[in-house]
């Protein structure tokens, strides 16, 4: 079992950036493909980055993809976010989710996550 705790949200001007941290617990973390997701207010929840166990694989919503960075660190069991060119449209709560998996799969579905964080609150002022 791991579990997962996102910090990290704030308040941020458009243009800004920020770095989202999933901080989990287990000696299995490294076995997680890991994912980061977001829900605004009224919206269904959406895929945003994933990556696999071992980092070498990862994925981006076209939304956010250049100006994201899905990145972990196995050793600290914890996984990044940085966000960079920040847009009002990015306004979101962030949740970090965990799959338990055997191979270099990536996950971009939230069904396909069982492990969930509360989130974290990031707002983007225009």
């Known amino acids: 079992q791991v579990q997962v705790v996102e910090s990290g949200g704030g308040l941020v001007q458009a243009g800004g950036s920020l770095r989202l941290s999933c901080a989990a617990s287990?000696?299995?973390?490294?076995?997680?493909?890991m994912g980061w997701f977001r829900q605004a207010p009224g919206k269904e929840r959406e895929f945003v980055a994933a990556?696999?166990?071992?980092?070498?694989?990862?994925y981006y919503a076209d939304s956010v993809k250049g100006r994201f960075t899905i990145s972990r660190d196995n050793a600290k069991i914890t996984v990044y976010l940085q966000m960079n060119s920040l847009k009002p449209e990015d306004t979101a709560v962030y949740y970090c989710?965990?799959?338990?998996?055997?191979?270099?799969?990536?996950?971009?579905?939230?069904?396909?996550?069982?492990?969930w964080g509360q989130g974290t609150q990031v707002t983007v002022s225009s």
């Open positions: 989710a965990a799959r338990l998996t055997t191979a270099q799969t990536i996950f971009t579905m939230p069904w396909l996550y069982s492990h």
């Open positions: 287990g000696r299995t973390f490294s076995s997680y493909a």
């Open positions: 990556i696999s166990w071992s980092g070498d694989n990862t």
